[in-house]
C-alpha cells in the first residue's frame, strides 16, 4: 500500500557524485554585518528574573549576556521594556522613553548595553508606532480633549454610524478578535466617539496622516539611537497608515490574502505612504555612525511584495513569515526558499530566515504534530538546515535549547489578550512565551528566586535547562553553539545556493552552499548520502556509514 503521509516520492540516495543547478544565489562580498546576521530575540519578561519578582529583568539579560555571546549571536533583538500596563505584553506601550519599572531603569538599560558591546553583541530594540497604550499620555490627553481638536487628531477618532451613532464607523476586526473599534464616553457619561485599534481596545492605533505623529516618533528613534541602540525591530510595519475614508474590509483582519480578497486591497495594510516613512527614517539612522538598522515585521504576502519594505533606501531586512510558516513539506519549503532568495534579490537585500518568535508555536511543537519527541528532531533537523542558508537568521530564545510550547496553561493563568477577545476560541500566544530554564535542580529551573514566574513552566523542563545541556556533547544547545560557530567561520550567511539536482521532487531537501553539501531528509525512509566528512549533524547518527534517517539533517564537505 503507497504511505498515505508521504507528501512527495521518496529517494532512496542521492549520487555519490552529485550535481548542482546552476546558482540561485551567488556568494557576496559586500561585509555589511545585517546581511548575513544571527540575531537573538530576547522576550525580556521570560529571559532572567534577577530580583525575583516573578517577571524577567533587563539585570537578568545583562547578567546572562555571556551566554548568548557564547552562541555567536551578532545581536540580540528585544521585545519591548517600556513602560507599559501589559495588556499585550508591552507592545502596548504608555512611554516609548523609559524602561518599565518591572524591568528596571534607563540605568539598567545602559548597563546592558555597555556589557554588550563589551562582548561584541550589538543591542536592537522593538518599535511599536502603529498603536500605544491607552494610558500613554497622549491617548489621555486625546480622551480629555474635544472631537475634532489636535489631541485626537494624534489618534483616529470617528463618529458612529446609524441614527444615533451606536455602530462603530467601519466593520474593521481587531487581530485579537472582535470589532478593531471602541466608543469613548463623553464627561457626562453620555456616549462618544469610537477610536481605531487593530489589537486590543487597549492599543488605540496613531494617525499616520499627522505630521505631529511623524515628529514624535523620530525624537523616539533619536531618543534611542543617541543611546547607542545599533536598530530597530519595527511592529507590524505594514499598517501605520490607513487607507483614505476607513472603507470597509471583508479579507482576513490580519490582511493575508485569501482568494477572493488580496491583502494588497486591504484598506489597513500596505499603503504606498508609509514607504515615505521608512525613507526618512532610513536617512536618520544614517546620521549616526556604526552600521545601524530597520527590520521589517510585516505579514505581507506574497514576497514579490514584502520586497517593497526593504529596497535600498527602506529597511534593511523584512522577517521571512513565509518561511516561518513552511510546513513539513519539502516541496513546499524547496518552493519557499527559491521564492524567497529571488525576491529579496531582486532588490538587493538579504533573506531573513526564522522559525519561531513570541507570536507563533515553538516549531518543536508545530513540526511535532502532537509527538514531543518527533518534534524535537524535526525541530533540530530544520534549525541545522536553516543555519546553512545565505542570508540573516532570527533566533527566538529557547530555540537553542528545543523548548517546546507548554500546552497545558491553566486558563486563569493566560496572559494573551487573544484568549479573552475570542471568548477562549483562540488559546493565544502564552505557550511560546514560558520563562526560560536555566538551572534544572533550582527551583522554576533557576529563571528566579520567587514562588513562580509569570507565566508556569511545564514540571518536566529539568532536562531541557540550559546546565543539563552544557554537560551534555549530544544536547541541542551544544549543536546550535557548533552550527552557529561553524555558519560564521564557513561564510554561510554570505554564501551561495545551488539545489541538488537528484532531490528535485523528492521530499529531501539538499543544496550546495559554498562547498557545503546541506542534506534535510523530510521523507519516511532512510537516504543513502554521497562520501564526505561531516562537518555538523542535527543527531549522532545524521549521516554516519553514509545514512540519513528521516527527521534528520548534515553538512557535509563532499570527498
Ligand atoms: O504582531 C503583529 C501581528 O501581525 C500579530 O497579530 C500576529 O499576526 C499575531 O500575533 C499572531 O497570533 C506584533 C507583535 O509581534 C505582537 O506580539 C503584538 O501583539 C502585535 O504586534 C501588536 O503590537
Not at 557576496?28 to 545585517?34: G, R, T
Not at 563589551?118 to 474635544?146: M, R, T
Not at 466617539?193 to 496622516?209: A, E, I, K, T, V
Not at 489578550?417 to 530554564?437: A, I, Q, S, W, Y
Request: hydrophobic share 40%.
Amino acid at each position: 500500500m503507497p504511505n498515505a503521509v508521504s507528501l512527495a516520492p521518496a529517494v532512496s540516495a542521492l549520487s555519490p557524485a552529485p550535481t548542482f543547478h546552476a546558482p540561485l544565489h551567488t556568494a557576496h562580498d559586500d561585509d555589511a554585518w545585517w546581511r548575513s546576521s544571527v540575531i537573538y530575540q530576547v522576550y525580556p519578561r521570560s529571559f532572567r528574573d534577577l530580583n525575583g519578582d516573578g517577571q524577567g529583568d533587563l539585570a537578568g539579560i545583562t547578567a546572562e549576556l555571556h551566554q548568548l555571546a557564547d552562541l555567536s549571536v551578532d545581536a540580540i533583538w528585544m521585545s519591548p521594556f517600556y513602560t507599559s500596563p501589559q495588556r499585550d505584553g508591552g507592545y502596548d506601550v504608555a512611554d516609548y522613553c523609559d524602561v518599565d519599572p518591572m524591568f528596571g531603569t534607563l540605568e539598567d538599560f545602559d548597563r546592558l548595553t555597555a556589557r554588550a558591546t563589551k562582548l561584541g553583541i550589538k543591542v536592537i530594540i522593538d518599535l511599536v508606532p502603529n498603536h500605544c497604550s491607552s494610558e500613554h499620555a497622549l491617548f489621555k490627553a486625546a480622551l480629555a480633549a474635544e472631537p475634532g481638536s489636535p489631541e485626537r487628531a494624534m489618534f483616529i477618532f470617528r463618529d458612529g454610524t446609524g441614527p444615533d451613532g451606536s455602530n462603530p464607523p467601519n466593520n474593521w476586526q481587531s487581530h485579537f478578535g472582535g470589532s478593531a473599534w471602541t466608543r469613548t464616553l463623553n464627561d457626562d457619561g453620555t456616549p462618544g466617539q469610537w477610536y481605531l485599534h487593530l489589537f486590543d481596545s487597549s492599543q488605540p492605533d496613531f494617525n499616520w496622516d499627522n505630521p505631529a505623529v511623524h515628529a514624535e516618533f523620530e525624537r523616539i528613534l533619536r531618543f534611542w539611537l543617541d543611546r547607542n541602540v545599533t536598530g530597530f525591530r519595527v511592529d507590524v510595519a505594514h499598517a501605520l497608515v490607513k487607507a483614505e475614508g476607513l472603507p470597509d474590509w471583508h479579507g482576513r483582519p490580519d490582511g493575508c490574502s485569501t482568494e477572493e480578497h488580496p491583502g494588497h486591497a486591504a484598506p489597513m495594510f500596505g499603503q504606498r505612504a508609509i514607504h515615505d516613512i521608512y525613507r526618512r527614517w532610513r536617512s536618520i539612522l544614517g546620521e549616526y555612525d556604526g552600521d545601524r538598522i530597520l527590520c521589517a515585521e510585516a505579514t505581507i504576502d506574497p514576497l514579490s511584495r514584502l520586497v517593497n519594505w526593504v529596497r535600498n533606501d527602506q529597511m534593511h531586512q523584512a522577517f521571512n513569515f513565509a518561511y516561518l510558516h513552511h510546513p513539513w513539506d519539502a516541496a513546499r519549503l524547496r518552493e519557499i526558499i527559491t521564492d524567497s532568495l529571488q525576491a529579496f534579490d531582486s532588490v538587493g537585500a538579504p533573506t531573513t530566515w526564522v522559525l519561531s518568535n513570541h507570536d507563533v508555536p515553538r516549531h518543536a511543537t508545530r513540526f511535532g504534530e502532537e509527538r514531543p519527541e518527533v518534534g524535537l528532531d524535526r525541530a533540530r533537523a530544520a534549525s541545522l538546515a536553516m543555519l546553512a542558508l545565505p542570508g540573516g537568521v532570527y533566533l527566538y530564545q529557547g530555540e537553542e535549547l528545543g523548548l517546546p510550547d507548554h500546552l497545558t496553561i491553566p486558563d486563569e493563568l493566560r496572559q494573551d489578550p487573544t484568549f479573552v477577545r475570542t471568548g477562549g476560541e483562540r488559546v493565544g500566544r502564552d505557550g511560546c512565551r514560558v520563562p526560560l530554564p536555566w538551572r534544572a535542580d533550582e527551583p522554576h529551573y533557576g529563571f528566579g528566586s520567587n514562588d513562580g514566574g509569570w507565566l508556569p513552566q511545564p514540571e518536566d523542563w529539568a532536562t531541557l535547562a540550559r546546565d543539563s545541556q552544557q554537560a551534555d556533547p549530544a544536547s541541542t544547545l551544544n549543536l546550535y553553539r557548533s552550527a552557529l560557530s561553524l555558519r560564521k567561520e564557513l561564510g554561510l550567511g554570505a554564501g551561495s545556493l545551488s539545489w541538488a539536482v537528484d532531490a528535485d521532487g523528492t521530499d529531501t531537501i539538499a543544496f550546495l552552499n559554498n562547498d557545503v553539501m546541506v542534506i534535510f531528509n523530510m521523507g519516511q525512509s532512510d537516504i543513502n548520502v554521497p562520501a564526505g566528512s561531516v562537518l555538523a549533524a542535527s543527531h549522532a547518527d545524521a549521516g554516519a556509514d553514509g545514512v540519513l534517517a528521516p527527521n534528520r539533517c548534515v553538512w557535509l564537505r563532499l570527498n
